[in-house]
């Protein structure tokens, strides 16, 4: 089971870190990843970091403002999201179990972003 949280509304220009809590089972030989459905929009892929940390991969549109980071001692994954922009307003979700953004097999409950411009 994956637990999204962090999510609210924030200014545009803010900062918001989102988290995603595994429980039920060991993700920390998976890879992880963040999606994220804007309003009226198709779901669409956000970050990825592999199960050791090493490798990450971003989206253009989040490239440089965002960051994705994990704690496998606490099977958490991380969003950090800076310089926030009214389009990255969306319902996020983590998903363990995929390849940057490909398919995935694990799924969260989304968090909400609402960025204020």
């Known amino acids: 089971q994956l637990q999204a949280s962090g999510g609210g509304l924030v200014q545009a220009g803010g900062s918001l870190r989102l988290s995603c809590a595994a429980s039920?089972?060991?993700?920390?030989?998976?890879?992880m990843g963040w999606f994220r459905q804007p309003p009226e929009k198709e779901r669409e892929f956000v970050a990825s970091?592999?199960?050791?940390?090493?490798?990450?991969y971003y989206a253009d549109s989040v490239k440089g403002r965002f960051t994705i980071s994990r704690d496998n001692a606490k099977n958490t994954v991380y969003l950090q999201m800076n310089a926030l922009k009214a389009e990255d307003t969306a319902v996020y979700y983590c998903?363990?179990?995929?390849?940057?953004?490909?398919?995935?097999?694990?799924w969260g409950q989304g968090t909400q972003v609402t960025v204020s411009s």
């Open positions: 998903a363990a179990g995929g390849y940057r953004g490909g398919q995935y097999n694990y």
């Open positions: 970091i592999s199960w050791t940390g090493g490798s990450t």
């Open positions: 039920g089972r060991t993700f920390s030989s998976i890879n």
